[in-house]
C-alpha cells in the first residue's frame, strides 16, 4: 500500500485532515516490527495502552498515526487522524483498500493445514505471478486487515489464512476480503470447547462463503461427510450462480483425488486424477500435506498454469517450519518435526504416515498434549492407543500432563524404556532419544503450539 494520509481520512468518511498530508507505505500496530513510512495504530487494551508509544513509533519513522478521541493528550504537530474506534478504523482501511485493488484473492480455512495449504498455494503461483500471502498466523481481526493493507499494490494474487475461534468470525474475514476462491482444507477437533461439536466446527468454517465472489470456486474436503449437507444447502441456494464447488480427497468420488502416494526422503509423490490428470511432487511427508496440494494445483490450474508449470513450482515449494518437517539428527536419526499444532484428526494422520512409510525402519513418537478439546479431552487422548501398535514403533515418549492419559494406555504394550511420560521436562524424552535411536530411526515429533515440543529436537 503506499497511500496519502488524505486518502486514508476520505476511507475513514473524513472530510478534513486537520494536520499535515504525508505518504503511508504500510500500517502497523507494535513499535517493535514499525518500519519507515507505517501508519501507527494504538489500541487501547485491559493491560496495554498502544498511545502510550506513539512517540516512540515516531523517533522509528512512522509517518502518521490513529489517535482515539477519547484518549487525552494527543500529540502536537505531527500526522495524526483521530477516530472513534481504532480496530473499527483499521478494518475499514483494509476494506476500502480492498476494493480498490485488483488483486484475485484466495481465502483458506480449515481445522488444520491452513497454514500448509496457504504456503503450497502461494508457492505454486510464486514463479509466474506477484504473490502475497498471510505472514505468521496474522488470520483474525486485525491480522488479516494488516495482511490486505500491506499488499504492493501491483500484486496479483493474495492468499489469505483465516482462522477464528467462534462463530461469525471468518464470516467476518470472508466479507472483508470478498474473495474470488476459498477453500476449506477439513474439519478436526480444534476449538471443540468453544463450538461444542465437530458440526459446530463445520458451521463456523462454511462461513468463509459470505463473501465469495461470483464466479469464484469453492474448494472443499470431499472427504469429510460432514460438509456435504453445506454444500448441499450452498448449491441450492446458488442454483443460478456462476460460483462453482470442487471436492478434493483421497476418494475417487471427488472431483480431484489423489493415488499412489509414495513418501521419499525428499518429499511425496502422488498421482492426480479427475479433473486433473498427471505426477506432481511436493517437499514435504504426510498424505494430508498431499491433500493440500491438491488445494494448490487446483488454484494454480484456474489461474492458466500448465501440468509442467505447477510440477516444476510444486517441487521448489516451502512450508512454514514446523510443518512435518524433515530434520536430520547428529547421530543419523531423520526427525520429522511437525510439533506447530495438533488435533485428533491430525495426530492421528501424523502417526498413521510413520506407521505407513518405509523411509526408516526403526520408527519412534514423541507426542505432546492436545490442547482446546473441551469435555471430552480424556477420550480423545486415549483413543490415540488405536493408533499406536507396539509391532509398528520401537518407542513412544509422551510429554504433558494430558498425555498420561495415554501413557496409561500403553504401558503394558511397551518395555518400560520405550514408552515414557514426562509432564513438565524435556530431558527425559532427550536422554531416551539419544540412547536407543540411530541412522535407521524416524522420529514423528507432534503437539500442540502451547507444548513447544521442538525444544525436544534443539
Known amino acids: 500500500m503506499k497511500k496519502s494520509l488524505r486518502t486514508i481520512a476520505k476511507w475513514l468518511n473524513i472530510d478534513t485532515l486537520e494536520t499535515?498530508?504525508?505518504?503511508?507505505?504500510?500500517?502497523?500496530?507494535?513499535?517493535?516490527?514499525?518500519?519507515?513510512?507505517?501508519?501507527?495504530?494504538?489500541?487501547?487494551?485491559?493491560?496495554?495502552?498502544?498511545?502510550q508509544y506513539v512517540d516512540q513509533a515516531f523517533e522509528k519513522g512512522a509517518s502518521a498515526t490513529l489517535w482515539q478521541q477519547d484518549e487525552p493528550n494527543p500529540p502536537r504537530n505531527v500526522p495524526i487522524i483521530f477516530v472513534k474506534d481504532s480496530e473499527k478504523a483499521l478494518q475499514q482501511m483494509a476494506r476500502s483498500y480492498r476494493k480498490e485493488h485488483q488483486a484475485i484473492f484466495i481465502g483458506i480455512t480449515g481445522s488444520n493445514g491452513k497454514t500448509s495449504t496457504k504456503d503450497l498455494v502461494a508457492g505454486v503461483l510464486a514463479p509466474y505471478f506477484r504473490v502475497q500471502k498471510t505472514a505468521g498466523n496474522f488470520n483474525n481481526n486485525l491480522g488479516l486487515p494488516i495482511t490486505i493493507l500491506s499488499l504492493n499494490e501491483d500484486t496479483e494474487f493474495a492468499v489469505l489464512e483465516m482462522g477464528m475461534s467462534g462463530y461469525g468470525e471468518i464470516e467476518f474475514l470472508s466479507t472483508l476480503a470478498e474473495p474470488h476462491y476459498v477453500a476449506i482444507t477439513n474439519i478436526g477437533e480444534a476449538h471443540m470447547q468453544d463450538l461444542g461439536s465437530r458440526e459446530g466446527i463445520v458451521k463456523a468454517k462454511f462461513e468463509i462463503v459470505a463473501g465469495l465472489q461470483e464466479e469464484g470456486c469453492l474448494f472443499y474436503d470431499g472427504d469429510e461427510p460432514l460438509l456435504n449437507p453445506f454444500i448441499q444447502q450452498f448449491n441450492i441456494e446458488n442454483?443460478?450462480?456462476?460460483?462453482?464447488?470442487?471436492?478434493?480427497?483421497?476418494?475417487?468420488?471427488?472431483?480431484?483425488?489423489?493415488?499412489?502416494?509414495?513418501?521419499?526422503?525428499?518429499?511425496?509423490?502422488?498421482?492426480?486424477?479427475?479433473?486433473?490428470?498427471?505426477?506432481?511432487?511436493?517437499?514435504?511427508?504426510?498424505?494430508?500435506?498431499?491433500?493440500?496440494?491438491?488445494?494448490?494445483?487446483?488454484?494454480a490450474q484456474k489461474a492458466g498454469l500448465t501440468n509442467k508449470q505447477i510440477h516444476d513450482s510444486l517441487k521448489n515449494s516451502s512450508l512454514t517450519d514446523m510443518r512435518m518437517q524433515v530434520i536430520p539428527a547428529e547421530n543419523g536419526s531423520l526427525f520429522i518435526n511437525d510439533a506447530y499444532n495438533a488435533a485428533p484428526t491430525s495426530m492421528k494422520a501424523a502417526i498413521t504416515f510413520i506407521c505407513e512409510t518405509t523411509i526408516r525402519p526403526d520408527k519412534w513418537l514423541v507426542l505432546g498434549d492436545m490442547l482446546e478439546l473441551g469435555d471430552d479431552e480424556q477420550i480423545y487422548h486415549e483413543e490415540l492407543a488405536n493408533q499406536i501398535n507396539p509391532q509398528d514403533f520401537s518407542g513412544v515418549c509422551l510429554y504433558g500432563p494430558r498425555m498420561k492419559w495415554l501413557y496409561e494406555k500403553l504401558q503394558h504394550m511397551f518395555a518400560d524404556t520405550h514408552v515414557i511420560w514426562s509432564e513438565k521436562d524435556y530431558e527425559p524424552i532427550r536422554d531416551t532419544l539419544k540412547t536407543y535411536t540411530t541412522l535407521n530411526s524416524i522420529v514423528l515429533v507432534k503437539g500442540s503450539r502451547g507444548m513447544a515440543l521442538e525444544n525436544v529436537i534443539k
Open 239 to 299: 442454483v443460478t450462480s456462476t460460483i462453482k464447488t470442487i471436492s478434493f480427497g483421497a476418494n475417487s468420488s471427488n472431483d480431484v483425488y489423489a493415488q499412489s502416494i509414495q513418501a521419499t526422503e525428499n518429499g511425496s509423490e502422488f498421482d492426480v486424477k479427475g479433473l486433473i490428470e498427471d505426477h506432481f511432487m511436493i517437499p514435504v511427508l504426510g498424505k494430508h500435506q498431499v491433500k493440500n496440494a491438491l488445494v494448490a494445483i487446483l488454484i
Open 20 to 51: 499535515s498530508d504525508v505518504m503511508v507505505s504500510g500500517v502497523s500496530i507494535n513499535t517493535k516490527t514499525i518500519q519507515p513510512g507505517d501508519l501507527f495504530i494504538p489500541f487501547k487494551g485491559e493491560k496495554v495502552n498502544g498511545h
